[in-house]
């Protein structure tokens, strides 16, 4: 375990593996081992019918911080794939060199 991974802070996101649609974050904690740990318990209380549903869990690293309100969190790391994607699509506007 590094340094970076005591002290990240990481996102617990809810999303459905069958429609990918994404339920957004759960929790935001402090330190790989919490964030996996966290991630476990939400997975031994899930139930069997949501879990049949396609409904899992994951973690991604955030720069929000530990404690951060799920709704405002998921706003936030919505409007960040919203930027990000928008860079992209400027970035492959670039013009044809004709052949």
């Not at 005591?6 to 593996?17: D, E, F, K, V």
């Not at 869990?57 to 969190?73: C, M, N, Q, V, W």
Request: no cysteine; glycine share 6%.
């Amino acid at each position: 375990m590094t340094r970076d991974d005591l002290t990240s802070t990481y996102a617990i996101i809810r999303h459905n593996i069958r429609t990918y649609r994404s339920a957004g974050v759960v929790e935001v904690v402090k330190g790989k081992l919490r964030a996996e740990s966290t991630l476990r318990k939400l997975e031994t209380w899930q139930d069997s019918t949501d879990h049949h549903e396609g409904w899992r869990y994951f973690i991604e690293r955030s720069h929000l911080k530990a404690g951060t309100d799920p709704r405002d969190a998921t706003r936030h790391r919505q409007a960040e794939f919203e930027r990000q994607e928008s860079e992209g699509l400027r970035k492959k506007k670039t013009p044809i060199a004709p052949a």
